[in-house]
């Protein structure tokens, strides 16, 4: 038995060890990139346009690019997800081939990696439909790669709604879209909103997909037609490149920052928006 | 001394799938008088009472033949708007199911759904509905409150505002008192004596003295079929068959 | 029976003064009517319903003719190149010449396979004891900054991971271990780290969704914590860890930035830990910023091979998860 008991000891010992290394592991990445970009910086790092391809000056054009990207994508992908949740909770027949031809889809796209989303968008909005490395092009295809989460996180928010609502609310003579809108919609709302902040967030962190879509311009985006360079981006070409070490901490400290900040919002939905429920 | 059929139900089955869970139901249900539902769990009650809504055709997979007839429309016609019955013929569930809002919007749900946006006409409507559901002294003060903090039996008579604000015609209430402790029972119970001078009520009970207490008339069910239907008096006095007898005296069910 | 009927006609008496309440407060009413009339006419209006309906199909339909556009580009683009060249040589030959219109991508392919394996062989063991750890071990407040923790952790996008390598992990094994450091063991790290949150967030799941009374009865029967774990908890949880490995595996084969930022690149199969090689997705964001014609059309064809790899492992996921239910059916 004295064996066991050491067996034991070590054990405990290695998966204590284990959770000790992914705390590590989390503060190393965060806390270096945090020290060394805080140093970077400044209003002007915020404010000022990337000079000679972001060796000097600021990053505020692709501050910019990734909140156009960003901004659009959602608006494109939010109400499809939403609707898609809504039609398979509500209105699709749970065992119809539809509904399972759907679901198959939302896994599918959701395993797709993003290189391959980044092709797509690249040969069908870029060059076929002519829409060239540019914000649309850029937006439409994280509108795709999105889609999932915010359908999947919707699904879930409505699933958990208590039937009974919905009875009590048809049993009052309201239809089935005024059940859905008066009062599913509202009592799933904080799980969709989460649903919208996590997609939000992978937007932001996407690089290889708006690499190929959105283009690498410097230039200030002004229409959704123009090119534009997110912050992912420009800290993979910062990288990449060497042009500027000091300047990538300082992008990827923003990045981070803005991601810690994402991830806060999404626990923080939940429960303020299911406390002031309804 | 006899009255008006509000509801009647001709030859009606209902299937969950391949499962039968009603045979042959016929049955009368006169206006402005209460008629109770007893039977031994998993009868066929509350499938009985959600056909007479069509709240039934939720359920995946649930077919049903015969006929319900409200004032001589058939329910299950086709092209007859569900809604539009729906609001006729009103339903309080076993469970409180309070919607996630104030008091004052629970009971103001049913009415904007119909139309009513101007705020007085709703006042108005809210106020009646908590006074006929014997609720407005104990909520007047806080009707913006959440719904979800009053007690169960105020829960219940919330939802029996909220059916009352879209007037219906018709009440049906399965098993309202059974999360109820008895004060709140026979709050509950003098409510449906008082309610049945203007509606039509159908309720489905466990409880056999509540039966005899509130009813006309009562409906036995025993396997999906309705084995006694007569006069409240009737059926308990004499009752014809001795299944009936068995269950109401508590030998079994 | 007759104290009932006693006790009803007593009801029947209260009510009767309620009423005549009520008729006093009808009396008074003076736009009750006009509300009534209001409630009564209302009607559902069918039309938007039937509307809405629609469009909320509309929406899922998007989604399938989505997927449906992605197959049909990505492999309209590269299959006829793959046709061309021969699938047998365009995965295995290691000759990788685009100028000179030489596509073999078998170094790529294995670089693929090669580091994903190596990410998982390390990224899947410290998971899973993560995983047990937070199910099983630790205390509950523990268990919740963890999780915290992990999906920081998943949130994380792969360029700066891949930022992290170069600038730490590229280093850190350029000094120690000599090479350039951009090799096939920085992205096996940098890789590994990505995949954990995964790894950690389904089997934990999986462990925590094994029913309390089984582990009550095992230590009822004097099984010790460990024991339980071993021979009872995860057993009934493996279809959700390999579901989690699984899973891992298609994020790490398509994973891009990262790996790229860190391995050197070099389209050769290594032959060594410290040596650099090129993955598949790699090769597609290298050179697609540039290439064109049969070039471009081997790059889409890399993306092809690669999408059906992703395919297949969601078909195998499909598999486990079948199993998995028939498996706790019983
Ligand atoms: N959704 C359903 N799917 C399949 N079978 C059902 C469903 N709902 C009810 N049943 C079955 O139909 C029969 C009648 O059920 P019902 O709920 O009407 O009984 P009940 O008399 O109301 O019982 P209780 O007193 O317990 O509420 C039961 O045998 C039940 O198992
Ligand atoms: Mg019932």
């Known amino acids: ?278 | ?253 | 029976m007759n104290g009932i009927i006693e006790g009803k006609t007593n009801a029947v008496k209260q009510h009767n003064n309620r009423e005549e309440k009520m008729q006093i407060l009808q009396a008074k009413a003076g736009r009750w009517e006009r509300i009534l009339v209001i409630l009564r006419k209302s009607k559902a209006r069918f039309i938007p319903e039937i509307l809405v309906e629609k469009l909320l199909m509309l929406s899922a339909v998007v989604s399938i003719m989505a997927l449906l556009l992605i197959s049909v580009f990505i492999f309209s683009r590269g299959v006829p190149l793959i046709a061309s060249v021969g699938l047998g040589d365009f995965l295995f030959s290691l000759e990788w010449k685009p100028i000179q219109g030489k596509f073999g991508i078998g170094a790529m392919f294995v670089g693929s396979l090669l580091l994903t394996s190596a990410s998982l062989a390390w990224a899947v063991p410290l998971g899973l004891l993560t995983a047990i750890f937070m199910a099983e071990i630790a205390p509950p407040p523990v268990g919740r900054i963890m999780t915290r923790m992990v999906s920081l952790l998943a949130g994380i996008p792969s360029v700066v991971y891949g930022f992290f390598g170069l600038v730490i992990i590229v280093p850190l094994i350029r000094n120690y271990l000599g090479g350039t450091g951009m090799s096939v063991l920085a992205g096996a790290i940098i890789l590994g780290i990505m995949i954990l949150p995964t790894i950690i967030n389904i089997s934990r799941d999986a462990i925590q969704a094994v029913p309390l009374v089984y582990k009550e009865s095992s230590l009822a029967l004097g099984a010790s914590h460990y024991q339980t774990i071993g021979r009872l908890i995860l057993p009934a949880a493996s279809s959700g860890i390999i579901t989690a490995v699984v899973l891992a595996m298609g994020r790490a084969i398509g994973e891009t930035m990262a790996v790229v930022m860190v391995t050197g690149n070099a389209p050769i199969i290594p032959d060594s830990l410290l040596a650099p090689l090129r993955t598949m997705t790699s090769n597609i964001v290298l050179e697609m910023g540039y290439a064109a014609g049969d070039h471009q059309a081997a790059l889409f064809a890399t993306g092809a091979i690669l999408f059906i790899f992703i395919l297949l492992l969601n078909l195998l996921l499909n598999f486990i998860r079948r199993a998995g239910k028939r498996y706790a059916g019983n």
């Open chain 1, 1 to 278: 038995m004295p064996g066991t008991r050491i067996g034991e000891k070590a054990l405990t010992c290695l998966l204590y060890l284990s959770a000790l290394i992914i705390i590590g592991i989390l503060l190393a990445v965060v806390g270096y990139i945090v020290y060394k970009g805080l140093a970077m910086i400044n209003l002007d790092f915020i404010m000022q346009a990337p000079r000679r391809a972001g060796k000097e000056g600021g990053i505020s054009s692709t501050i910019v690019g990734t909140l156009y990207l960003t901004v659009l994508s959602l608006a494109i992908a939010a109400p499809l997800g939403v609707g898609t949740a809504i039609h398979l909770e509500e209105y699709a027949q749970k065992e119809s081939y539809f509904a399972y031809l759907v679901t198959l889809t939302a896994e599918t796209l959701a395993a797709i990696p993003s290189i391959i989303y980044g092709l797509f968008g690249f040969v069908f909005f870029v060059i076929y439909l002519k829409l060239g490395w540019s914000i649309w092009s850029g937006s439409l295809t994280l509108a795709i790669m999105v889609w999932p989460t915010i359908t999947r996180t919707a699904q879930e928010a409505i699933l958990s709604v208590p039937r009974e609502y919905r009875e009590n609310s048809l049993a009052l003579g309201a239809s089935k879209w005024q059940t859905i809108r008066k009062i599913v919609i509202p009592a799933a709302i904080p799980g969709i909103v989460t649903g919208m902040i996590l997609a939000l967030g992978r937007a932001i962190g996407e690089t290889a997909a708006v690499l190929l879509t959105a283009g690498t311009s410097l230039g200030m985006p002004l229409s959704p037609a123009d090119p534009a360079r997110s912050m992912s981006v420009h800290l993979y070409m910062l990288a990449m490149e060497g042009l500027s070490m000091e300047r990538a901490f300082g992008t990827a400290f923003l990045i981070i920052i803005l991601l810690l900040f994402i991830n806060y919002l999404a626990n923080r939905s939940m429960s303020f928006l299911s406390h002031n429920g309804g």
């Open chain 2, 1 to 253: 001394m006899e009255k008006a059929i509000k509801m009647k139900s001709r030859e009606l089955n209902l299937f969950y799938g391949n499962f039968q869970a009603l045979y042959n139901i016929n049955m009368d249900i006169e206006e402005n008088r209460v008629t109770a539902l007893i039977g031994p769990s998993g009868c066929g009650k509350s499938s009985f009472l959600r056909s007479l809504n069509r709240l039934n055709e939720l359920i995946e997979g649930s077919r049903i033949s015969g006929e319900v007839f409200l004032d001589d429309s058939a329910i299950y016609e086709k092209g007859i708007n569900v809604v539009e019955l729906r609001k006729k013929v009103g339903m309080v569930f076993q469970k409180p199911a309070v919607f996630p809002m104030s008091i004052y919007e629970n009971v103001a749900y049913g009415p904007r759904i119909h139309g009513i946006k101007k705020r007085s006409e709703l006042d108005e409507i809210v106020c009646r509905s908590l006074q006929s559901a014997n609720l407005w002294d104990e909520v007047k003060d806080r009707l913006v409150a959440p719904a979800n903090q009053m007690s169960g039996g105020q829960q219940q008579r919330l939802v029996i505002a909220r059916v009352l604000a879209v007037q219906p015609e018709v009440i049906l209430m399965d098993e309202p008192a059974s999360a109820l402790d008895p004060i709140s029972t026979a709050r509950l119970e003098e409510l449906i004596a008082i309610l049945k001078t203007r509606y039509t009520i159908v309720i489905v009970t466990h409880n056999m003295q509540q039966a005899a207490r509130v009813s006309d008339y009562t409906g036995f069910f025993l396997h999906g079929c309705l084995l006694e239907f007569n006069r409240t008096e009737e059926l308990f006095l004499n009752p014809r068959h001795n299944k009936t007898e068995d269950y109401i005296t508590g030998r079994f069910g």
